[in-house]
Each structure stands twice: as structure tokens, then as C-alpha cells.
């Protein structure tokens, strides 16, 4: 067993889920997908114990060694308990559906773990509500979300109120469900990515501003992309769709302008001194 986490006065920063609603709405998404399931963050069973009902091979990871040895004992041959350290239990290099109720204080952990993983199908997770917002894209996308959106879908399905744990939580949870794509939206993950990052920590008024001082794009590849798209020149980075995103990816592969042979402006006296993505910047 591992070191244990820091965070939460109750035992390993967990709320565990007691409400029957939300318990049966996972099993319902977990019951239009297939294969076997791997449940991080097991507990007490409370979602292990229906999950095993219809005999799909489940692995449950559970940190805590006196809840994973009850769990042991409470449940059926194909379920295999694992005292183990979510973060650092090896996934399995075949085909499976992750399900978790996640403790709230790893979230973001976790799920950069989980996006970066390679076999898994669909990811159904108990997270916190306003991790579940944002990943989701409710109110504008984060750089994360815009980061792996060409590979993954992010769907929020319900907010799961604070009082459907134990101990009750001071906020919110959310229930979201990421699928993986079956084609990606963009071949170039690593540079892709780094793209990312640089719109939205860029600086600028808006897209327009914020994409031509990377020194990516010419300004008239540019200004043809905004109104192919129907973007505004003053939208942010989190107002883009997943689709623009990859659309704007292509247009700036295709452009012959490259970093290295353009350099970015540097900002005069009265260019602004805020960050382009800084209302839609959040991770």
C-alpha cells in the first residue's frame, strides 16, 4: 500500500456515496457500455456491489486495507479488490470502462491520469460539481478540456447533491461521463496541446490579437479562419468548440508561418497588460 493522501479530516479525503438515485443513474451508464470494469476509489461497495450483479469482470481499487479486505469478502468471484493507490494502480492494456466516485481533493489528478491512459472506453465519474462544469464546458471550455478534446467527448449528466454522501461534502458533486473518439479530431497530440497552452495564456483582446502574436498563423489565414468559423475577432479561447478547435489546428499546420521564422510582436505602451484566455483560462 502506498503513502496515503493528504486531505479531508475523514479518512483519505472520501464522501462516500450513500444516495440510491444517483447509485442506480451510474449503474444504468455503465449497464450501455461493455466489457470489463475497472472502479477506482471502491470504499465500501456501494456501487461495486450492483455492478457485480450482472457478472461483467470487475477490478475494484480500494487505498484503504481494512475497507478493501470487507469488500473482498462481500462480493462474488469476478470482482477482484485491489489494495492499491488509485494514482498508481497500472490500468490494464486491454478494452475496459472506468467508473469511480472520486475523492473530490484528486479530481484534477486523477482525471489528467485517466486522459493520459490509452485502452479505456467510456470514464464514468463521480466528481466535484464545478470540475464536472468545467471539463464539461459549461460556461466555456478550460485549456484542459481544450487540451484533450480532439480524443475524448465530455458530457455532464446530473449534479449530485452534497447530501448524497458521508460525510456530506461542502460542495456539490457532478456526475461526468468522458467517451473516447473513435477517430481523433487531430493527429499532433503533443504539439496540439502545446498550441493550446499558448492561446490561452496568450496575450490579446481576443482571438484575433491572442492567435496572431503566437507567430502561428499569417493575419489573412487568420482572418479567413474567423470567418469560415463565424467567430468573433474579440471571442476567447474558451468560447471555441471542439470542432473549431481542430479546424483552427489545421488551418495553422497548413499556414506557412512557423514559429521559428516569425517571431511575435512585442507588446506597445498601449497594448493591454491582461491574458487573452484569462475569463476562459481555467484549468
Same mark, same amino acid.
Given at each position: 500500500?502506498? @503513502?496515503?493522501?493528504?486531505?479531508?479530516?475523514?479518512?483519505?479525503?472520501?464522501?462516500?456515496?450513500?444516495?440510491?438515485?444517483?447509485?442506480?443513474?451510474?449503474?444504468?451508464?455503465?449497464?450501455?457500455?461493455?466489457?470489463?470494469?475497472?472502479?477506482?476509489? *471502491?470504499?465500501?461497495? *456501494?456501487?461495486?456491489?450492483?455492478?457485480?450483479?450482472?457478472?461483467?469482470?470487475?477490478?475494484?481499487?480500494?487505498?484503504?486495507?481494512?475497507? *478493501?479486505?470487507?469488500?473482498?469478502?462481500?462480493?462474488?468471484?469476478?470482482?477482484?479488490?485491489?489494495?492499491?493507490?488509485?494514482?498508481?494502480?497500472?490500468?490494464?492494456?486491454?478494452?475496459?470502462?472506468?467508473?469511480?466516485?472520486?475523492?473530490?481533493?484528486?479530481?484534477?489528478?486523477?482525471?489528467?491520469?485517466?486522459?493520459?491512459?490509452?485502452?479505456?472506453?467510456?470514464?464514468?465519474?463521480?466528481? @466535484?460539481?464545478?470540475?464536472?462544469?468545467? !471539463?464539461?464546458?459549461?460556461?466555456?471550455?478550460?485549456?484542459?478540456?481544450?487540451?484533450?478534446?480532439?480524443?475524448?467527448?465530455?458530457?455532464?449528466?446530473?449534479?449530485?447533491?452534497?447530501?448524497?454522501?458521508?460525510?456530506?461534502?461542502?460542495?456539490?458533486?457532478?456526475?461526468?461521463?468522458?467517451?473516447?473518439?473513435?477517430?481523433?479530431?487531430?493527429?499532433?497530440?503533443? @504539439?496540439? @496541446?502545446?498550441?493550446? !497552452?499558448?492561446?490561452?495564456?496568450?496575450?490579446?483582446?481576443?482571438?484575433?490579437?491572442?492567435?496572431?502574436?503566437?507567430?502561428?498563423?499569417?493575419?489573412?489565414?487568420?482572418?479567413?479562419?474567423?470567418?469560415?468559423?463565424?467567430?468573433?475577432?474579440?471571442?476567447?479561447?474558451?468560447?471555441?468548440?471542439?470542432?473549431?478547435?481542430?479546424?483552427?489546428?489545421?488551418?495553422?499546420?497548413?499556414?506557412?508561418? *512557423?514559429?521559428?521564422?516569425?517571431?511575435? !510582436?512585442?507588446?506597445?505602451?498601449?497594448?493591454?497588460?491582461?491574458?487573452?484566455?484569462?475569463?476562459?483560462?481555467?484549468?
Amino acid at each position: 500500500m502506498s @503513502q496515503r493522501h493528504p486531505g479531508g479530516a475523514h479518512e483519505l479525503g472520501q464522501n462516500f456515496l450513500v444516495d440510491h438515485s444517483t447509485i442506480s443513474a451510474i449503474e444504468n451508464l455503465v449497464a450501455e457500455t461493455s466489457g470489463p470494469i475497472v472502479e477506482l476509489a *471502491a470504499g465500501d461497495g *456501494a456501487l461495486t456491489v450492483p455492478l457485480a450483479r450482472p457478472g461483467r469482470p470487475i477490478t475494484a481499487v480500494e487505498l484503504d486495507p481494512r475497507r *478493501a479486505r470487507r469488500l473482498r469478502r462481500r462480493t462474488p468471484e469476478h470482482v477482484a479488490v485491489v489494495n492499491e493507490d488509485l494514482l498508481r494502480f497500472p490500468l490494464p492494456w486491454t478494452p475496459h470502462v472506468l467508473v469511480g466516485n472520486l475523492p473530490f481533493h484528486l479530481t484534477t489528478a486523477v482525471l489528467k491520469r485517466v486522459l493520459d491512459a490509452r485502452h479505456w472506453r467510456t470514464a464514468i465519474l463521480l466528481v @466535484q460539481w464545478e470540475v464536472a462544469r468545467r !471539463r464539461a464546458g459549461v460556461g466555456g471550455a478550460t485549456m484542459l478540456t481544450a487540451q484533450w478534446w480532439p480524443w475524448y467527448e465530455f458530457g455532464l449528466r446530473q449534479r449530485v447533491p452534497a447530501r448524497s454522501f458521508l460525510p456530506v461534502p461542502s460542495v456539490d458533486g457532478g456526475l461526468l461521463v468522458v467517451t473516447r473518439r473513435e477517430r481523433p479530431l487531430v493527429a499532433e497530440g503533443g @504539439q496540439y @496541446q502545446r498550441f493550446v !497552452r499558448d492561446v490561452y495564456t496568450g496575450r490579446g483582446r481576443g482571438l484575433e490579437e491572442i492567435l496572431f502574436r503566437t507567430g502561428r498563423i499569417h493575419r489573412s489565414a487568420l482572418r479567413q479562419w474567423l470567418h469560415e468559423e463565424q467567430i468573433s475577432p474579440r471571442a476567447l479561447p474558451k468560447e471555441l468548440t471542439a470542432t473549431q478547435w481542430a479546424s483552427l489546428w489545421r488551418r495553422v499546420r497548413s499556414t506557412t508561418t *512557423a514559429p521559428s521564422r516569425r517571431r511575435p !510582436r512585442k507588446p506597445t505602451s498601449s497594448a493591454p497588460s491582461g491574458r487573452g484566455g484569462g475569463r476562459g483560462a481555467g484549468r
